[in-house]
């Protein structure tokens, strides 16, 4: 028996039924209706699929979309209980020291110090905003604080 070797020097054609051109005068072969029938609703111009395939009613239950999100980068705010906590006496607060605690993730950026707890350990403070009442009380424990 012989085997057959597919090339393209032997491929046979597909034969295709040629699909109608709607809807294009009556030259086309389409018909008087263009395939729509002879009257009614759905006979028109502007019909919509999505009535047609009653999709419209649950188009209307999805939940309509409001308002934006702002791109702008927020400070990750924590408290001078927080500083207390993980920082020593002369230690230098800024981004990449609250990172290597875990205070800040990966992408933030920005930090605050808020007033809540107490402080009683000098530390430098740079790079973050810091609140009327938190400076008030790392300055009082001998720290400073370097815009």
């Known amino acids: 028996m012989e085997e057959k070797i597919f090339g393209l020097h032997?491929?046979?054609?597909?034969?295709?039924?040629?699909?109608?051109?709607?809807?294009?005068?009556?030259?086309?072969?389409?018909g008087n209706y263009s395939g729509k029938g002879m009257k009614g609703q759905k006979s028109r111009a502007g019909v919509s699929s999505l009535k047609?395939?009653?999709?419209?009613?649950?188009?209307?239950?999805?939940?309509?979309?409001k308002?934006?999100?702002?791109?702008?980068?927020?400070?990750?705010?924590?408290?001078?209980?927080?500083?207390?906590?993980y920082f020593k006496n002369d230690d230098i607060v800024n981004v990449e020291s609250l990172k290597k605690f875990g205070?800040?993730?990966?992408?933030?950026?920005?930090f605050k110090v808020l007033s809540e707890g107490d402080i009683d350990i000098k530390v430098i403070i740079s790079g973050g905003l810091?609140?009327?009442?938190?400076?008030?009380?790392?300055?009082?424990?001998?720290?400073?604080?370097?815009?």
């Open 103 to 110: 205070i800040l993730g990966k992408k933030d950026e920005k």
């Open 52 to 65: 047609r395939l009653g999709m419209k009613a649950n188009i209307n239950k999805l939940p309509k979309l």
């Open 67 to 85: 308002g934006f999100k702002s791109f702008k980068v927020k400070p990750v705010a924590f408290n001078v209980s927080i500083i207390q906590k």
């Open 10 to 30: 032997n491929l046979k054609s597909i034969k295709t039924k040629k699909k109608k051109r709607l809807g294009r005068g009556d030259a086309s072969g389409s």
């Open 130 to 147: 810091v609140s009327a009442k938190a400076k008030e009380k790392i300055e009082k424990a001998g720290g400073s604080i370097e815009e």
